[in-house]
């Protein structure tokens, strides 16, 4: 029997196919695969991740990740109002404990999920080649937060580039290395880490690079001032082509009691700021971390998901000697 040469159209961009054909020459779409539609409208014309009807951005898969190494884990998502996840996070064991980094796009930027893939999976790569070189944590958390700042910026563009977008890509950048006992963090911007202790008061590590963070340091305005204005949130430090005098933030703590270690971006700080708050959400941080982001990223969404929510957990358990054996006394 002849094939047939009847025409019919491509289910997503219209354009005449022939039977015996399993692709789209014109859109590259699998004749017998489903329609990918826009959950916005319903609609079929989707180019470059978007729709070309609403202009909605469609989902991929990042709008939930979830990550588990030994020693670490945690979850990014998308949360209930944005459209896309311009969050991003990335794990890496070194050579004496773990890292992990977390970055937020700036949503007034170009591609600003770029922006926070390329600087977490840069940073987090560099501390466990740094620390593997040898470098000391502090050091090593400076020069890591350097090439992510350096890979963010090369997604603008160089110098004279007439392509460099007026808002390129930027994002914020927080990476926690935990060595031996101790934790190093290194941060620009307003995402933030927080130490949890099993027993005792918690501590925010960071002071955000924010408008509100300025106002509060130099005393101009309380922290419940500062927090109700406009501008509270508006970063003064960030990465990116058109960013200035990169340098981060370290601070180095030594625990003498088991905790876990939490980053995490604003999505989850916006709803639970105190450090009290954060451990009472998720007692069993320290056993199960993973579930203590899922819970986390869950309590966020809960209460509002107004932005894209990452968090990562690292438990800590310093080293505890062994008691010294009683002393005796000298027989007679």
Same mark, same amino acid.
Request: proline letters at 9%; glycine letters at 10%; charged letters at 20%.
């Given at each position: ?80 109002? %944005?459209? /896309? ?40 790569? @560099?501390?466990?080649?740094?620390? @593997? ?8 958390? /400076? ?85 109700? %204005? ?18 981060? %933030? ?43 982001? /899922? ?19 690292? $438990?800590? /358990?310093? %080293?505890?000697?062994?008691?010294? $054996? ?7």
């Amino acid at each position: 029997m002849a094939a047939t040469t009847e025409e019919r159209a491509c289910p997503v961009c219209d354009l005449p196919v022939y039977p015996d054909e399993d692709y789209c020459e014109a859109c590259g779409h699998r004749l017998d695969a489903p329609v990918p539609r826009c959950p916005g409208c319903g609609g079929t014309a989707i180019s470059d991740g978007y729709c070309e009807q609403c202009g909605l951005r469609q989902p991929d898969g990042t709008d939930h990740v979830e990550l588990e190494i030994p020693g670490a884990a945690g979850v990014s998502d998308r949360g209930l109002r %944005h459209s /896309r996840n311009e969050d991003a996070m990335a794990l890496a064991a070194t050579t004496d404990g773990v890292a992990g980094v977390v970055c937020d796009g700036v949503s007034s930027s170009t591609r600003p999920e770029d922006a926070s893939r390329v600087a977490a999976d840069t940073g987090a790569a @560099a501390l466990a080649e740094l620390r @593997a070189a040898g470098q000391d944590p502090e050091s090593a958390t /400076r020069t890591a937060a350097a090439r992510a700042a350096e890979a963010v910026a090369r997604l603008g563009g160089g110098d004279g580039d007439d392509t460099q977008p007026t808002e390129p890509p930027s994002c914020t950048y927080v990476s926690a290395l935990v060595h031996g006992d101790s934790v190093t963090v290194g941060w620009i911007g307003d995402s933030r880490a927080y130490w949890l202790p099993e027993s005792g008061e918690g501590a925010q590590l960071t002071e955000d690079d924010s408008w509100a963070g300025q106002m509060i340091a130099s005393g101009a305005l309380t922290e419940e001032e500062a927090e109700r %204005h406009p501008n509270a949130h508006v970063i003064t430090a960030w990465l990116g082509a058109d960013a200035t005098d990169v340098e981060p %933030h370290v601070r180095t703590l030594t625990p003498d009691t088991p905790g876990v270690l939490l980053v995490c971006s604003d999505g989850l700080w916006n709803y639970f700021p105190d450090p009290a708050r954060l451990a009472a959400a998720a007692p069993a941080a320290a056993s199960e971390p993973l579930e203590a982001a /899922r819970t986390l990223t869950r309590l966020a969404n809960e209460a509002g998901g107004r932005d894209n929510i990452t968090v990562v957990v690292i $438990p800590l /358990r310093p %080293h505890t000697p062994p008691p010294a $054996p009683p002393t005796q006394e000298p027989s007679r």
